[in-house]
Structure formats: structure tokens, C-alpha cells
Nanobody, 124 residues
């Protein structure tokens, strides 16, 4: 089992940047595919980005391609989401998730463990 704790959310103006971090407990972090999801009020949780166990493969939602970058440091048991050129529509609670699978999945049901979420608010 793995426990996930997100940090780095906050309030930023449109065009600004934030970096989210997700720290994982346990010794087997490198065995998990990691993902970032977000959920805005009144909307379903949606995939943002995912990264393979080694970090060699990544996947992004079309809405964030070219603006967001996911990365991981297996030595530090941490996954990151660098968010640039933020827009008001990026406002949401952002969740880190871990999956016991080989390949990056884009569905929330494919992930086994979730963090508590961190709020990101982008003002216009």
C-alpha cells in the first residue's frame, strides 16, 4: 500500500506557474505508474498527466499539452507537475494517484491509491 500527500497548490494569476509535488510513502514507489487528475466544481474528475514507472514515458490531456510537465524522482519517492501558462479553466482540486500497472492509464478507475488533493485557483 502507498500513501500520497500533495502540496504546492495555491492562487496564481493567469499566465503564471505553479509546481505541484506528491510525496509517496513506502519502499516500492518505483513500481507504480503515477498520475495527476483534477476535479472542478460540478465536473467529473479528469486525467491531466501520467508517467511510467521509470519516468521514460509520459501522457497528457490535450488541454494541458505544451503547458504542463510531469516528472518523477524515484530516489525521493516524489512525482511533480510543473504547470505553466495557467488559465482560469485550470482551476480545480488536483489529485495525485498511483496505479499498480505497467502502462500509464487515463481513467480514474485504473488507479489504486489517491492523495487528498490540493487546490489550484487561477484568477483572470
Amino acid at each position: 500500500q502507498v500513501q500520497l500527500v500533495e502540496s504546492g497548490g495555491g492562487l496564481v494569476q493567469a499566465g503564471g506557474s505553479l509546481r505541484l509535488s506528491c510525496a509517496a510513502s513506502g519502499r516500492t514507489f518505483s513500481m507504480y505508474v503515477m498520475g495527476w487528475f483534477r476535479q472542478a466544481p460540478g465536473k467529473e474528475r479528469e486525467f491531466v498527466a501520467g508517467i511510467s514507472r521509470s519516468g521514460g514515458s509520459t501522457s497528457y490531456a490535450d488541454s494541458v499539452k505544451g503547458r504542463f510537465t510531469i516528472s518523477r524522482d524515484n530516489a525521493k519517492n516524489t512525482v511533480y507537475l510543473q504547470m505553466n501558462s495557467l488559465r482560469p479553466e485550470d482551476t480545480a482540486v488536483y489529485y495525485c494517484a498511483a496505479a499498480q500497472r505497467r502502462w500509464v492509464g487515463v481513467g480514474a478507475a485504473e488507479y489504486d491509491y489517491w492523495g487528498q488533493g490540493t487546490q489550484v485557483t487561477v484568477s483572470s
